[in-house]
């Protein structure tokens, strides 16, 4: 389950959530984090203690939050640690100031009826966004500790991911899971982006080779055969992208794969 930090402003009532999300040892993932003793988060989390600015980074860190969250999270703890109403107040505006900022942030965004060029150009600057947008249907990659498993990336290059994506709504989350989103993306053959997105699953295949997977299919073949012949053996490949695409369209989402196919006349 993926919980919005933007929706709390007791820091402590969402270190419950937290916990309870990670599941079983939930308390002594986020002690762990912390680098602290499991005991003192209990103490923390039943109002007889608080985090200390240090711990409560160390935790932001942990959750692979960007400068933002963290900076939202500690902000929070220094709320709960206010001794005067009116330091209290200050820290309840700052944190209404950041909530609402990210809230902006969203709605522009989500205004967008289509990528812009810029957008774009990020989505197709690496392979990991458009793996993580079709893999989030994936069971077991609904979250982004998931899909950081997953594809062992980096839990904050992920929750970065995740930001984008949901942002232009290619991802949502639904009752605290990632599914795909309302928005569609598609590149033209003249896209100047065209050569970046075959760059990027090209290089993965040749890791792909690499791994030497005896389940994985690698075939690459030189021939000379006629110009007459030539266009009949695009039209079979090109028959078979659309008999895959037809059986992808009504597939079960279980696993990522790439498919990529090459026949060009060699000069």
Known sequence: ???????????????????????KGGKSKIAEAAECQSGYISQVLNDNAHLSLEQTEKIGSFLGFDELKIDYLLAMVLYAKAGTN?????????????KEAHSELKTKFKSKKKLSVEDQAIFYSSWQY????????????????????????????VNEILEFLENVQLVETVNGMLKVGSS??????????????HTNWRLQAVQALNA??????????????????SKKIKEVMTKAIED????????????????????????
């Open 212 to 229: 030497k997977n005896p389940k994985n299919l690698h075939y690459s073949s030189i021939m000379s055969c006629s110009e007459a012949d």
């Open 184 to 197: 569609h993306i598609h590149l033209s053959s003249d896209s100047p982006l065209i050569s970046k997105f």
């Open 130 to 157: 458009g793996a993580v947008h079709v893999s989030v249907s994936i069971p077991g990659c609904e979250t982004p500790q998931g899909l950081s498993k997953f594809f062992n990336i980096d839990l904050k290059r």
């Open 86 to 98: 009116s330091l209290r107040k200050f820290y309840q505006k700052d944190l209404e100031t950041k």
């Open 1 to 23: 389950m993926k919980i919005d930090i933007y929706q709390f402003i007791d820091y402590k009532a969402y270190l419950i959530e937290l916990a309870t999300v990670l599941g």
């Open 244 to 267: 895959i695409r037809k059986i992808i369209k009504d597939s079960k989402d279980e696993k990522c794969f790439s498919y990529a196919m090459d026949f060009f006349a060699v000069t």
